[in-house]
């Protein structure tokens, strides 16, 4: 097999950098109609760090993910680890890596990051969650801009 392979994909966001980083920061409040947090835990409440079990709809199924999260507060950067859940039944790691860049005092650019690798040589490349990213990143971005 290939051991670690990465994909990327850019989105530009019509809001602040720091606004739209800040969802994530507070590790709440970044949900949209397709994702629903079924538990937060916090390593520590000093910690830029927290696992967290989520529920999505991607293809049409609902999937569930346990994800140890960390912040990097002063590079605008967010790292989603998968510890368990639906993802792993066909990647042996999967770690998707938010960084927030600004563009100018109005838009950012969200630059999604994935890192993983394959259980086996036939798994597809894991397509559908990039889309399942661009369309949380729109919806996120259209729920934020509805409550200014």
């Not at 999967?94 to 969200?110: E, F, G, H, M």
Request: charged share 35%.
């Amino acid at each position: 097999m290939a051991g670690v392979q990465t994909l990327e994909l850019e989105i530009q966001v019509n809001m602040t950098a720091e606004r739209f980083f800040n969802t994530f920061k507070k590790k709440e409040g970044n949900y949209t109609d397709k994702t629903e947090a079924v538990s937060v835990h916090r390593d520590d409440p000093k910690s830029n760090s927290s696992i967290q079990i989520w529920n999505f709809i991607v293809d049409g199924k609902i999937e569930q993910i346990k994800e140890k999260i960390e912040v990097d507060e002063e590079n605008k950067s967010v790292s989603f680890l998968a510890l368990e859940g639906d993802v792993l039944k066909q990647y042996k790691s999967y770690k998707i890596t938010l960084d927030v860049v600004p563009k100018d005092d109005r838009v950012c650019i969200a630059k999604w990051t994935w890192e993983y690798e394959k259980l086996y040589d036939d798994v597809p490349l894991p397509t559908k969650y990039t889309a399942f990213i661009a369309d949380y990143t729109r919806d996120l971005e259209t729920r934020l801009l509805s409550e200014s």
